[in-house]
């Protein structure tokens, strides 16, 4: 039987609460992984480990997180027309005025909330 | 030249775990930097231990290939002090290994005694850090730290 959206969102929060650090309280659907809850990118690589067990699910590269994107979407450290829109597509609810101005690929992750993270494990598991 | 924190493996079985152990000597000057006339090993280099032997069994599992670099502690708990003349022990066994790099959790014992529990997670860096550059040769895994699984096998009598 596929999880509810709760159940979801309670074992992100756990998961993330053991890979950051940070208190239970912290952890906020809106919250950005990077600038609310402070994960460096080795935390990201951390996180889908501790999600693949704890749903015991396989995350393919590049599948969840943004910064996982194929190096043909990068260029210099910029996003290309086609890296923009591949993070648009995976990032639907994200405010993207700063990237479009920079196309900077170290903001990315800046982007990337906990919602994000739930509702990729919705659609993965259901 | 690099410092080899861990003397020999005992066991090691491919992309699932490894033990090594290390003898600790009065003779070592990094035992008396802690406490004065109370030489200790520093939990540091029981990390220290931890990562080397883990490392080599990360980058072992893709036959060194990959950059491993320690990348994230993710815990370390410690049971007891270790003394001179003890003999540790590093048990580490892979949780997860992927393209990107791998998560492994270890134990240090000495004799029966839990000395420790650590969870350490590696990183492939040329999978990892997009854009930047590393010099083309594996400068993580060198003979020092390949010649210490290849004595292991050699005395194990397994081909390498």
């Known amino acids: 039987m596929a999880l509810s959206h709760d159940e979801i969102y309670a074992k992100v929060k756990e998961v993330l609460v053991d890979a950051l650090g940070v208190d239970d309280d912290e952890v ?61 597509r995976r990032l639907p609810h994200a405010d993207f005025s700063e990237l479009e101005k920079t196309r900077d690929v170290s903001l990315v992750p800046n982007l990337f909330a906990v919602r994000d993270i739930v509702e990729y494990l919705e659609r993965k598991t259901a | 030249m690099r410092w080899i924190w861990i003397d020999k493996f005992t066991e090691f079985t491919s992309k699932t775990s490894a033990t090594a152990i290390k003898t600790v000597t009065l003779a070592e000057e990094h035992l008396h930097d802690l406490y004065p006339a109370f030489p200790i ?48 022990q590093f048990q580490a066994r892979i949780d997860q290994l992927s393209e990107h790099g791998a998560s492994v959790s270890g134990s240090v014992t000495s004799g029966e005694q839990t000395v420790a529990d650590i969870e350490l997670m590696f990183s492939h860096i040329d999978q990892n850090m997009a854009g930047l550059k590393f010099p083309e040769h594996n400068f993580v895994f060198t003979e020092q730290f390949t010649d210490l699984l290849q004595s292991y096998r050699a005395a194990a009598n397994i081909s390498i």
């Open chain 1, 28 to 88: 906020k659907p809106e919250s950005s992984l990077k600038g609310d809850l402070g994960a460096e990118s080795i935390d990201f690589l951390d996180i889908s480990f501790r999600l693949e067990k704890s749903f015991n699910i396989k995350i393919p590269r590049g599948e969840l997180f943004p910064e996982g994107l194929d190096a043909s979407f990068v260029q210099d450290g910029k996003l290309t027309d086609a890296g923009l829109a591949e993070v648009r």
């Open chain 2, 41 to 88: 090993v520093p939990h540091s280099l029981i990390v220290e231990g931890m990562a080397q032997t883990a490392g080599i069994l990360v980058g072992e599992a893709r036959n060194f290939r990959e950059k491993v670099i320690l990348a994230k502690i993710g815990r370390a708990t410690f049971h007891r002090l270790v003394r001179p003349g003890e003999t540790i």
